[in-house]
């Protein structure tokens, strides 16, 4: 199944911005961290764009909350004629080795391009549910999915109502509502 997400970089420290969605009436429901080891059979994965990139790779999550998991996972992914991700379809399957995993990966010469490491928070109020990811050595992002209230909308529909949701917190913003943290990780 197709979905639209949005990711925006936010430019004020963590314990600020705890403190501003608290005040907006936001309740923490989850903390968790994510670790991520990009692959691709490509050894170019400078040159390539974002769009290349992440049509050749895939990752390897591993979630770590009361128990860690560990998935596989490819995002195929839709862009606008800004570039922008306005849909993406994930495809995972649960890992139960995560050393053999990452071993064979290895062993086959698959080239693993990036790690990023993501500590998120979860906020929700009333139907809306966010994650602020403090992204190891690139800084903190806010990602805000479609719930399914919007599903009469189009990619394009959605991805404008999720960025005036973002816009409405106060908080500062860049620009770019569709960061690929990974590229920005990748080339930093």
């Not at 071993?103 to 010469?109: H, S």
């Not at 391009?113 to 403090?134: D, L, P, W």
Request: charged share 30%; hydrophobic share 40%; with cysteine.
């Amino acid at each position: 199944m197709k979905e639209t997400e949005i990711t925006v970089e936010l430019f004020e420290d963590i314990k600020f911005i705890d403190k501003k969605l608290k005040e907006q009436g936001f309740a923490v429901i989850e903390k968790f961290q994510l670790n991520d080891w990009y692959y691709s059979k490509r050894d170019d994965v400078l040159k390539l764009t974002y769009s290349q990139l992440i049509d050749s790779s895939f990752l390897v999550r591993e979630i770590v909350t009361n128990h860690t998991k560990y998935e596989l996972c490819f995002k195929k992914k839709e862009y606008d004629k800004l570039g922008n991700v306005i849909a993406e379809e994930k495809v995972k399957t649960e890992i139960s080795d995560l050393d053999s995993c990452l071993k064979i990966f290895k062993l086959v010469g698959l080239n693993n391009y990036c790690i990023v490491e993501n500590s998120s928070t979860v906020y929700k109020k009333g139907n809306i549910e966010f994650a602020i990811q403090n992204i190891n050595g690139l800084g903190v992002f806010l990602e805000l999915e479609e719930d399914t209230s919007m599903s009469a909308m189009s990619s394009d529909e959605k991805f404008a109502y999720l960025a005036d949701i973002v816009k409405g917190l106060g908080l500062k913003i860049g620009n770019d509502f569709s960061c690929k943290k990974v590229f920005m990780m990748l080339h930093k």
